[in-house]
């Protein structure tokens, strides 16, 4: 929540404490190389985890030609990176560069226990990679099994929210273009709504409320000012 809100107002990435503020730099400059084709290498992740092994890693991320399983080279990567957020990130971005998907916060090996993984770690370090590997392959199938059905529910959802605005009348006009702006956007500010929207900042503010109102929308800083507002069937998918 703390990233999202500082991804969409710098008066939020301000407030991060310093770790995050460098994870979130690091999360940034990552999605953009990824995104461009620009290979991933370890030691770029060097500086903001604890990376157990990094010629482990470096050889997971490097396709070499092998015809190994993307899956597995993920799960790979996460057992040389142990535990902690760079074990989900990185196999993320793995799947990212091999054209698998192109979120990298759709963390594959989200779901995984954390005593499951300590003791899968335990295992990789004296040589036996399966328990670790069944593990995280477990939790990536019930990622996507998750991941499919909030999509499936969320396509409903939509349905009906063009639906409910239909209650506000001539207002409808407005909420309903501060809606798409939100569904494409995730989360905006109202400064950054009503620039995209080319409105005046208390018109994009109204349609804000009316969507919130309608619940539609859900703001996530729980502040008076400097606000951040989330398209609210989405985050819940997601989070």
């Known amino acids: 929540m703390a990233l999202t809100a500082a991804g969409v107002d710098p008066v939020h990435a301000a407030a991060l404490a310093p770790s995050l503020n460098a994870w979130a730099a690091v999360v940034d400059e990552e999605v953009r190389r990824v995104r461009s084709g620009v290979p991933l290498a ?28 993307v899956l597995l080279r993920g799960v790979g990567a996460a057992a040389a990176v142990g535990s902690g957020p760079l074990a989900e990130l990185v196999p993320a971005l793995l799947l990212c560069a091999t054209g698998h998907f192109d979120r990298p916060w759709i963390l594959p090996f989200a779901d995984v226990e954390p005593a499951s993984r300590d003791e899968g770690l335990v295992a990789w370090r004296e040589g036996d990679l399966s328990p670790l590997r069944d593990a995280l392959l477990s939790a990536c199938s019930t990622t996507a099994r998750s991941r499919r059905l909030a999509i499936r529910r969320l396509l409903q959802t ?82």
Do not use: N, Y
Not at 52 to 68: D, I, M
């Open 42 to 69: 370890a030691k770029r992740f060097s500086g903001v985890g604890d990376i157990h092994a990094l010629e482990e890693l470096e050889q997971a991320l490097r396709s070499s030609g092998e015809l190994r399983s």
């Open 158 to 239: 939509l349905l009906l929210e063009d639906e409910s605005l239909g209650t506000l009348g001539r207002a409808a006009i407005t909420a309903r273009r501060a809606l798409a702006v939100l569904r494409d956007s995730l989360a905006i500010s109202m400064p950054s709504l009503a620039e995209r929207l080319e409105c005046s900042r208390p018109a994009a503010g109204d349609a804000l409320e009316r969507l919130v109102h309608l619940k539609l929308a859900r703001e996530i800083t729980g502040r008076d000012r400097d606000r951040v507002f989330v398209h609210a069937a989405t985050w819940d998918s997601v989070t």
